[in-house]
């Protein structure tokens, strides 16, 4: 058996296992060769990651021209559900999304849920507690959040059990600023 790293640079990216039923069946000549093998197909790999990415990264700048182009003209929360559900399902598969927006009273956020059905593409307003929740941490911080695993949170915030309960595993909460106010 031989094993030689795939390497681009000084990035490891793996390795090439090569084993043969034959015992001494390696020597320096076809190590020479396997070796040179193993540096084109780490240079393939890394092509396919990098073009990966950059369709990727072409994908979401496609996806942020056209909503430049149709959000300036939405005039209610309809309209940008109507373009913001349809574009961020594309960029990230089917999800759950809602705005979520101050009240007159600072104890109480009013979430709206964007639905699919496009003749209520809103759903009703749910009054949240924005104590004791992670949106109305992030609302009065005005941070964004990231959570990859949302059962480490829901024992913490109501909102967050909420959204577990629903089936949700994974969540990002993104301020909604104009200027310096959220």
Request: hydrophobic residues 40%; charged residues 20%; negative net charge.
């Amino acid at each position: 058996e031989i094993a030689l790293p795939l390497r681009v640079g000084d990035r490891s990216l793996g390795a090439l296992d090569v084993q043969s039923e034959q015992a001494g069946a390696f020597d320096e000549s076809n190590t020479e060769v396997l070796q040179a093998m193993a540096d084109q197909i780490a240079v393939a790999l890394f092509n396919a990651e990098t073009f990966q990415r950059s369709e990727r990264q072409t994908n979401a700048m496609a996806l942020l021209n056209e909503l430049s182009r149709n959000l300036p003209t939405a005039t209610s929360l309809e309209d940008v559900a109507r373009t913001v559900l349809p574009s961020v399902n594309r960029l990230v598969g089917q999800s759950y999304q809602a705005i979520v927006q101050k009240t007159a009273n600072p104890q109480i956020l009013a979430l709206r849920e964007f639905t699919s059905n496009p003749d209520q593409p809103v759903g009703d307003s749910e009054p949240i507690q924005a104590e004791g929740s992670l949106i109305g941490e992030c609302v009065a911080r005005g941070t964004t959040h990231y959570s990859t695993d949302l059962s480490e949170l829901a024992d913490r915030f109501s909102d967050v059990a909420s959204f577990y309960q629903r089936g949700l595993r994974s969540s990002v909460i993104l301020p909604l600023r104009v200027g310096e106010r959220v």
